[in-house]
């Protein structure tokens, strides 16, 4: 049977969440994703780009989880509590769209945010809106840097290929700067480096 979908944008399809497993790595990496939270008075977003330095990269999927955050951070979908009770909260893409496949059901209150990826290759980039709130009902704001420091060690996972056929998770967390980096080992092997090892 298949989950219940509904569509809230062009090419914008939500299902029910699930964990992203990752696995960390250990060696000289290249980084091939970077994601950035934003808060500005349109609203909160997080901008997505895949900045691998050699073609053939793919990322399928990206999960943003605010659980590991110290200020107690959640998705604020619904208006009412809860949360900061604005009058429409709704998930959309602001730019990107074509590279978004789905986004995985996000009820209010949640903390994990799931966005299965289509083609999104080096150079490829997408900003998506969804309004993140405090468990004590304070609103990240740019007032105060609230942003960053609120966002700094909620994580962001990224399942990835590369052109030689490896397949990869891998997971880092938000820093001071409300950004994250994620590296993979080997990203850029080139063929004749993979017949030497």
Not at 121 to 141: K, L, Q, S
Not at 158 to 169: C, D, V
Request: hydrophobic content about 45%.
């Amino acid at each position: 049977m298949k989950p219940n979908r509904y569509t809230i944008a062009p090419a914008l399809v939500l299902a029910p969440a699930l964990a992203l497993a990752a696995s960390a790595g250990t060696a000289a990496a290249e980084e091939v994703l970077f994601v950035e939270f934003q808060e500005r008075a349109t609203g909160d977003s997080f901008r997505v780009e895949n900045v691998a330095p050699c073609e053939g990269i793919l990322i399928t999927e990206v999960s943003i989880n605010l659980a590991s955050a110290a200020s107690g951070l959640f998705f604020d979908v619904a208006p009412g509590e809860p949360g900061y009770p604005d009058e429409e909260q709704r998930i959309e893409l602001w730019e990107g769209a074509g590279f978004v496949e789905s986004v995985w059901r996000v009820e209010d209150g949640d903390q994990v945010l799931t966005i299965e990826l289509e083609d999104f290759t080096p150079g490829d980039a997408f900003r998506i809106h969804i309004d993140v709130d405090n468990e004590d009902g304070r609103v990240p704001g740019p007032g105060d840097d609230a942003s960053a420091r609120d966002m700094e060690g909620a994580t962001v996972a990224a399942k990835m290929f590369n052109n030689r056929g490896f397949r990869q998770a891998e997971i880092a967390a938000f820093g001071e700067l409300a950004n994250a980096r994620i590296s993979w080992p080997h990203a850029c092997v080139e063929e004749d480096e993979e017949d030497a090892g």
